[in-house]
């Protein structure tokens, strides 16, 4: 089952997942405070998350936002699936699902972030010139 973060204390439960996903130090603050943004938005722009449900456990999530560029330009981000349940099409859901609010919400550009390209790619992002080494830049136009 996938749907919207209603519960603020689902939260803890989504940075756990990408804590076991991404670690770093300092990275459980970052998440935590991003999520927590969706329901106390920090600055004008809000970003959205969904999570993956399955036994009334949460198993996965992403997010996304307008970018504040343009009320047509979104940004998908933070895609996390717990390893259990990785392989299963969860991910490729999770991006299906954004890409659905983003188009119901008028987006008509969506850029994300990403080592796997494949995963994207498969959606229609193509990469664009990037800044980082070892992530690509994607554009999709809707």
């Not at 996903?21 to 106390?40: A, H, K, R």
């Not at 047509?72 to 991910?91: L, T």
Request: hydrophobic letters at 35%; glycine letters at 8%; aromatic letters at 14%.
């Amino acid at each position: 089952i996938v749907d919207i973060l209603k519960d603020k204390k689902d939260i803890i439960d989504c940075v756990e997942i990408a804590n076991i996903n991404f670690y770093i130090e300092g990275y459980s603050y970052d998440m935590l405070y991003e999520l927590e943004s969706s329901f106390y938005p920090q600055n004008y722009i809000k970003p959205e998350f969904l999570v993956c449900e399955k036994d009334d456990k949460i198993i996965g999530f992403g997010g996304f936002s307008a970018t504040g560029f343009d009320s047509s330009v979104f940004g998908i981000c933070s895609c996390y699936i717990h390893p259990d349940y990785q392989g299963q099409g969860i991910g490729k859901e999770l991006v299906k699902k954004r890409l659905d609010k983003i188009k119901e919400l008028g987006g008509e550009i969506v850029f994300s972030t990403t080592r796997k390209k494949w995963h994207l790619e498969r959606f229609g992002f193509k990469v664009i010139n990037s800044p980082y080494k070892e992530w690509s830049l994607m554009q999709l136009i809707l």
